[in-house]
């Protein structure tokens, strides 16, 4: 009888389960593993191109500086947006979690994560027009100054970090303002009935316990950023080099498959090893 | 008193973040009715940029599929999705721990990895480039986001509601169609919304999966910028913008996202 | 070590008269309860005090300070709260610490006055654990220690021990008084529940929408009622009213009237002063009513009857033994001695507050 039912019952698990996580592997989890076997190729095995097993593409990545500087490069980047949105976006997370109360705090919390949700390619190509020469950011800041200012930050460093910054924002507060809005209040009177201060309770209580929503947001933001691409082609130019734009090349422009599949597994080990390091956090943020 | 004035600088703090978040938006959105091809000032209104998008066969039958890729997309993920958030639920098995943690890599990886690793392994069963291709990407990014939705509406449902229903005599099938399904409905109707967001805004995926000149409508968008930017583009942009911003809002109603519980 | 005074504290929230018109004084060393239904405005009261919130008019005193101005950081009290609202992040130690290190009392000093605290609620060992460790009561003898730790002049307590189950909250509230008389602070606990106020308080003072309804020692409070709230509130009471009185003289009713109560007034006898018995009982002094037994409800030591006479329905409290042994719709009688007759004020809600 109960066998019965444990068969009946796994039948069901099984029909309700499998087609998305078929789906899943198909989609996702064969193609890492393909990657992972091409990367170890001298050439794609399509057609009749020559190919054997190597470890060259590896090779290249530690034998020139060239993609170990672009790697690093990246990773700056990653710290540079995760650092800044860090430090905007937590005191909008507090001001939205602790400051405002009620049905207006639903609204806004609402528009600061709506951008998130539109198009990022978009929201990229709305900063080249703003910050181009002759834009809008020069136009409207020479109307208001009494001297004449050239601001042309397109095509540099800081066009692709506040587009980038732009575009991850919303991340950290999203998860910081879960966290915050998880902190019962009642510890917050209870450690001004002991004496504390505003700055105490932040440094004390506050601060410790969004830490996992922190961190979580900060992840979240560095992983993409180190992988991004789209972002430093439009708003960087020139100076737009980084990993991701150059993994990019290897599949759209000098089709070295194998090389760019080394290189994205290159770049995924070090996803791996940032979510790894940071999953306790995760964890806790998501509970 | 001291802490008012704290309030009030964070309140222009928030401010200053909207106005961040949104200003460059209302800009582009805005020079996509000034007549200027150069995005010049003073702003001279006109419509010129919609017509000649309308008369822009590229971009319309890349904005067709990209909804209808979008569309498909939500009515396959939100199917599985909820029938694998319902086992997950329902059911206590050995891996379930492990099959939850698998449904954070499409989310955390970046997109430039899962969408290269698409493109070699569908070039390597010969699928190749194109709308299938897409397809299968896209459902793959959207099925973890329907999962976590309707899973967190699923938390909220008491068990105990389908335990009285089967005491009075429903069958499994009759309890999830009856009780389960209308409790968590408005968590199927946001997972769907956060499906078709997923796919309709997708870019990179779709940017190594895409046939050449058989693109989906962020793609295009892509290459044009890189050619060079007309406002024509501000107007499609536009017009995306207000589509993703309308379907999230939807979404946001129906998922009770960041409201008081 | 003080007194607490609160003198005409009015508190609006919108429309809301959360507090009307407050006034009570809690001198020093004792032990006070603020009792009412939820939404009396007791917790108000109590936040007010500690300095949550600022009272719209009225003056609040902590021994000589006036403390209007003064924000919750500044007023040296204790408080606990009704979810003990122990930091999570913190060990044991660190929670009752934490006062002393925003005192900035050194290391050394801070670690003595813990561990004396920790003593105190009996937690000595348990310094290392972190809240999510301990069980219930022990979570709540770590609030206690953290409320006591800096020696405030007042400890507050927000309905400290709700949370608790029945057993342990009898044994933590011997507990609570015990600490309460060893260090004797003045303490002002909120409660819903009436038998806790009286088990544990010096003083109590009776709220009903945001309006001081009566304040004094429980015995007085629960033997003088001012009103038919107050006596139905606090403890259960057979109600008399003064029509139902004119009504009950008749039928072989005989209810002896105070000197100070007219045939109008209002009169409630509480249900364990009331006796039952078969037969008439003698005695001119003595109040009685025949009355027929509508169910009898056993409850170990104790028994509740409920009897009814034309339509009004009594209840008595007494030892299961003192209650003849009768069937259900028998008839019997009533009977209780005069000064257990309550003359209960009439929509009376003027009291004084000393």
């Known amino acids: ?37 091409f990367s170890f190729l001298s050439d794609v095995p399509f057609g009749d191109a020559e190919w054997h097993y190597t470890s060259e593409n590896y090779q290249a990545f530690f034998q020139t500086s060239t993609y170990a500087t672009l790697l690093w490069k990246s990773i700056k980047l990653g710290l540079t947006v995760t650092v800044i949105s860090v430090l905007v976006g937590f005191p909008c997370a507090y001001v939205l979690a602790k400051a405002i109360k009620g049905k207006s705090r639903e609204a806004l919390f609402l528009l600061v ?26 136009l409207g800041l020479n109307a208001i100054l009494p001297f004449e200012v050239d601001v042309n930050l397109m095509f540099s460093t800081p066009a692709i970090v506040i587009g980038l910054v732009h575009s991850y924002l919303p991340y950290v507060i999203l998860t910081s303002y879960l966290a915050l809005q998880a902190i019962d209040d009642n510890l917050i009177d209870a450690a001004r009935s002991m004496g504390a201060n505003k700055l105490t309770i932040l440094w004390r209580v506050i601060l410790p316990l969004s830490l996992p929503g922190l961190l979580a947001g900060a992840v979240l933001i560095f992983v993409p950023v180190v992988g991004s691409f789209m972002e430093p082609r439009i708003l960087g130019g020139r100076v737009g080099t980084y990993f991701g734009t150059v993994i990019e090349d290897q599949f759209v422009a000098v089709f070295n498959w194998p090389l760019g599949a080394a290189l994205s597994f290159i770049l995924l080990a070090v996803v791996l090893v940032i979510l790894a390091t940071a999953s306790p956090a995760l964890r806790r943020a998501q509970t | 008193m001291k802490n008012t004035y704290l309030v009030w600088a964070g309140k222009v703090w928030l401010g200053l973040i909207l106005f961040f978040l949104y200003a460059p938006i209302i800009v582009m959105a805005f020079m996509s009715f000034n007549a200027s091809q ?88 010969g699928l190749g480039r194109g709308t299938p291709s897409v397809l299968i990407g896209h459902v793959a990014l959207a099925l973890p986001y329907v999962i976590v939705v309707v899973s967190a509406r699923l938390a909220t449902f008491d068990p105990t509601l ?9 069958d499994s099938w009759t309890v999830t169609r009856r009780v389960t399904l209308p409790w968590i409905a408005s968590g199927i109707i946001a997972g769907a919304l956060f499906a078709f967001a997923v796919s309709f805004d997708q870019f990179v995926v779709s940017y190594f999966l895409s046939e050449p000149g058989d693109s989906t409508l962020p793609v295009l968008i892509y290459t044009s910028i890189r050619k060079g930017f007309t406002p024509e583009i501000n107007a499609i942009s536009t017009i995306i913008i207000v589509i993703s911003m309308a379907v999230m809002l939807f979404a946001a109603r129906f998922s009770n996202f960041g409201g008081e519980r | 070590m003080a007194d607490v005074s609160v003198q005409n504290v009015t508190k609006t929230f919108g429309s809301l008269k959360a507090l009307n018109d407050v006034t009570m004084h809690f001198p020093d060393g004792g032990f006070f309860a603020l009792l009412g239904p939820s939404g009396s405005g007791k917790t108000t009261l109590l936040r007010a005090i500690a300095g949550f919130i ?43 610490g934490f006062g002393l290190r925003v005192r900035k009392v050194g290391a ?19 310094g290392d654990r972190k809240p999510h460790q301990l069980s219930g009561g022990q979570r709540q003898r770590v609030a206690l ?30 507990e609570l008084k015990r600490i309460q008389r060893e260090i004797g602070i003045t303490t002002i606990f909120v409660t819903h529940d009436q038998e806790e106020a009286l088990t544990l308080s010096d003083k109590i003072g009776i709220l009903r929408q945001g309006t001081m309804i009566q304040a004094g020692p429980p015995r007085e409070v629960y033997n003088n009622p001012v009103d038919v709230f107050t006596a139905e509130f606090l403890g259960e009471a057979n109600i008399l009213t003064g029509q139902s009185g004119l009504a009950l003289s008749s039928g072989g009713a005989d209810i002896k009237l105070p000197h100070s109560a007219t045939p109008q007034s209002t009169l409630a006898v509480r249900p364990e002063n009331m006796s039952i ?44 033994q003192d209650i003849p042994d009768l069937p259900e719709g028998g008839e019997i009688w009533l009977s209780w001695k005069p000064e257990h007759t309550i003359v209960v004020p009439e929509g009376s809600v003027g009291f004084d507050p000393n």
């Not at chain 1, 994560?113 to 020069?138: D, K, Q, T, Y």
């Open chain 1, 1 to 37: 009888m109960s066998t019965v039912l444990a068969r009946q019952n796994r039948l069901k698990i099984v029909s309700l389960l499998s087609p998305a996580y078929i789906w899943l592997t198909v989609a996702i989890f064969l193609p890492l593993s393909a990657m992972l076997y």
């Open chain 3, 54 to 96: 600022f009272a719209d008019s009225g003056s609040i005193h902590i021994g000589d300070q006036s403390v209007e101005h003064i924000p919750v950081e500044k007023r040296d009290i204790g408080m606990m709260f009704q979810n003990y609202a122990l930091f999570p992040n913190m060990t044991v130690a660190d929670n009752v």
């Open chain 1, 113 to 138: 994560i709506l951008p998130f949700w539109s198009n990022s390619l978009v929201r990229i190509f709305c900063w080249a027009i703003v910050l181009r020469g002759n834009g809008v950011l020069e």
């Open chain 3, 108 to 126: 050394a000093e801070e670690r003595r006055r813990v561990s004396e605290a920790l003593e105190l609620v009996q937690l000595g060992q348990l």
């Open chain 3, 145 to 174: 220690a953290r409320a006591i730790v800096t020696n405030p002049k007042v400890l507050l307590l927000d309905e400290p021990l709700s949370a608790l189950d029945k057993s342990l909250r009898v044994d933590m509230q011997i």
């Open chain 2, 162 to 170: 389908e335990e009285a229903a089967r005491s009075m005599g429903a």
């Open chain 3, 277 to 320: 018995s078969i037969s008439e009982p003698d005695g001119d002094e003595i109040s009685k009513l025949p009355a027929t037994l509508v169910r009898r409800i056993f409850a170990g030591a104790m028994a509740t009857c409920v009897l009814k006479h034309n339509d009004n329905t009594f209840k008595v409290i007494a030892r299961d």
């Open chain 2, 38 to 125: 150069y995005y010049q000032l003073p702003f001279d209104f006109s419509l010129k940029w919609y017509e000649k998008l309308g008369q822009n066969t590229e971009i319309l039958n890349a904005a067709t599929r990209s909804i209808l890729i979008a569309l498909a997309t939500t009515v396959i993920a939100t199917i599985l999705g909820t029938a694998a958030s319902l086992a997950l639920f329902r059911f206590e098995f050995r891996g379930k721990r492990f099959l939850q943690v698998m449904l954070f890599p499409p989310i955390a990886i970046p997109w430039l990895i899962t969408g290269t690793a698409m493109l070699i392994f569908f070039y390597g069963v």
